[in-house]
């Protein structure tokens, strides 16, 4: 199977890797992306900069990795959630938000990992582009799922209104606007829903 937007060359992960890929986690997140070099990377990693490049080929898919791993994560964390919210479309809803609320307090404190990552990386040339972009595009398909089973007759709007809701909160928290913005655009949806 080739390369697509929906699916991002992968590399498999040595231990060497592994180390490599957890310290660019690290620092990507903290610094930023563009602040960081592939020498610090290798330095917080303990391994040469060559092992980086026999590994990764380029910074580009330590990104790619980086990212593709949160977004993972990111994902695995949500469905658990979701799995133990039970049938109700409202408390569905509602515990998207929740786990939003835990993820960013105990992943997130600088806001979404994509969200930054997309300051940074805006060209849609560039191969991590796709999994930013692509697990936004999830989320709305998320949003529509759960708002079919409120609103049959309108559920793109209401997901829309979800996920607007939703992905202010992820910014408003990363940016520190005001304290818990996650626990507010959960209030608001509540509203929104009843």
């Known amino acids: 199977m080739g390369t697509t937007a929906e699916n991002p060359r992968r590399i498999t992960l040595t231990p060497a890797a592994r180390r490599a890929l957890e310290a660019a986690a690290r620092l990507f997140y903290e610094r930023g992306i563009h602040a960081v070099g592939v020498d610090l990377i290798a330095a917080e990693a303990g391994v040469t900069k060559k092992t980086l490049y026999d590994r990764f080929g380029s910074k ?22 979701l799995d133990t919210a039970g049938p109700d479309p409202l408390e ?62 309108e559920p793109a709007r209401l997901a829309r209104a979800l996920m607007l809701l939703h992905e202010g909160a992820l910014v408003a928290h990363g940016l520190n606007i005001f304290p818990d913005a996650i626990a507010d655009a959960r209030e608001q949806a509540r509203a929104l829903l009843a």
């Open 60 to 81: 580009e898919q330590i990104v790619v990795e980086y990212l593709a791993d949160r977004d993972e994560r990111w994902r695995a964390f949500l469905g658990e959630r």
């Open 92 to 153: 569905r809803v509602l515990a998207v938000f929740d786990a939003s609320r835990a993820w960013a307090r105990d992943s997130s404190p600088k806001g979404c990992s994509m969200v930054n990552a997309h300051a940074e990386i805006s060209d849609p040339a560039h191969p991590a582009h796709p999994i930013i972009t692509g697990q936004k595009q999830w989320m709305l398909a998320l949003f529509t799922g759960l708002a079919a089973d409120i609103a049959p007759d």
